[in-house]
């Protein structure tokens, strides 16, 4: 077995982990061959790359109608360690790839969060970047790992790039096939096998791994007279994430569900949401205000709440999908609106907030606020994705209410990897006519700390006994493959003291 991607076609798609807790971890990969029939594969689990100080080993079959990926849940493993794995088939052996436990107790966790990975709109460098990383416990993605669209999309999203890189299969993924396919496209791509070769990943899902504007009856261009039933789309979609993603399911008994906890032992628990399948459909105007209204569903929001009443641990962090912080004022100036329209962070007419993001569930986002308040502990973290930008926000009840309150919490957000953002939609160089975008949303915005509208990558989250500081890492370019990365800011927060602190 060897270290890169495999060339005789057979493990054409790599190897992968993930959902890894501290004696076990899912080890993943995917038969390549020309035959209708089941296919005997071969696992070894080590202590070293060569894997010859062997763990455990032993027999998986791929099967056609699980189209072919594989799955062994490796377990009687030591906590916080790194091991290695490799699969053999048809005579052929796999690349080789690297995995780690989570911790029992440590006092010091360090991983990244990621999301939005639109393959016809980019290289995916911040993937590379983040292989490159040996300090990294785990990966954890935000969700749209796949983008669903078509290669020639409504009017409703926005074009690819020019560089090559055009969707498989070319039209928007509506059956199962069409969702298998997007996925063995990205799992062909190098920067994907080589994150996945090198890191466990622990996720949860946005909208494109269903349809663009996804809710639990529709979605923003979902059309049953020429898509067929939304609840057989959406099936597929959930079918094929399980198939060429390696997680657990958290209720097998229901494929849809993604929301879990992970614990980190004592130090924090992550509690992941999933802001997209089970909401009400997105509305506009003075209706999306009604309390009755639920992005997460009755159930979900039940379990969120009673997770973080039950957690003991030091820190608690929110995995979620959409940007909870107030991201619409009136006060934005009219240049901001243009940009934030662009990004859907408003309404089409720019009179209002998104009723995409949490700003269009305001009654719910009060009564998450309500319990992360209720032990009055400083020590929530919200890690959220989606918006193609960088945030580092304080989180109040009512940011414009003035100097007197209180911040409850904060939450950090990740650019894209690769989807688009202002400079992208709008066709200017990076970091010119966005900068004063910038400044001006941070002025109308007052408990936003920083933003940046116009670089791709990775945020890195450090966590010790009594702070977490999150690192905005981006990368120089995504319409070519190149290896360089900035850090953008870097921002921290004390344990009982959720205020933002930049640090130089």
Known sequence: MNGGVERNGVFR??????????????????????????????????????????????NARAHPEDDFTVHVDVDGLEPDRHYWYGFDAAGSRSPVGRTRT???????????????????????NGYARVADREDLQFLLHLGDYIYEASQTPPASQTPGADIGRPFEPRNECVTLGDYRTRYAQYRRDPDVQRVHHTHPIIGTV????????????????????RDGRWDERKHAAFRARWEWMHYRMPDPADPSRVYQTVALGPLADVFLIDTRSRRDEPIDGPAMADPSRSQLGGEQFSWLVSELRRSEARWRF???????????????????????????????????????????????????????????????????GDLHIGMANELYRDPFAGSGETPLSVEFVTTSLTSQNVDDKKGWPADT??????????????????????????????????????????????????????????????????????IA
């Open 206 to 225: 946005d909208d494109h791994e269903m349809a663009d504007g996804a809710w639990r009856g529709g979605s923003t261009e979902h059309r049953d007279e």
């Open 318 to 384: 929110l995995g979620n999908g959409s940007v909870i912080a107030h991201i619409w004022t009136e006060r934005l100036p009219p240049s901001v609106k243009v940009a934030m329209v662009a990004l859907k962070a408003t309404n089409p007419d720019m009179t209002g907030p998104d009723p995409d993001q949490w700003d269009g569930y305001p009654a719910e986002r009060q009564r998450i606020f309500d319990a992360i308040e209720e032990g009055g502990r400083g020590d929530v973290v919200v890690l959220s």
């Open 433 to 502: 006519r966005s900068v004063p975008m910038e400044q001006a949303t941070a002025e109308a915005l007052p408990h936003m700390q920083w933003c940046d509208f116009d670089g791709h990558g990775y945020a890195l989250i450090d966590v010790t006994q009594d702070r977490v500081r999150g690192e905005f890492w981006f990368v120089d370019a995504v319409l070519e493959r190149v290896p360089g990365e900035k850090l953008a800011a870097a921002f921290e927060v004390e344990r009982g003291t959720p205020r933002l602190v930049r």
């Open 102 to 124: 989570l911790p029992a107790a440590t006092d010091h966790l360090r991983f990244a969060i990621v999301s939005c990975a639109k393959f016809n709109a980019g290289f995916l």
């Open 13 to 58: 798609h790599g190897v992968a982990s993930g959902d890894p807790l501290q004696d076990r971890v899912v080890i993943w990969t995917r038969v390549s061959m020309p035959t209708p029939d089941p296919v005997d594969v071969t696992w070894t689990f080590a202590r070293d790359p060569e894997l010859s100080d062997v763990v455990g080993t032993g």
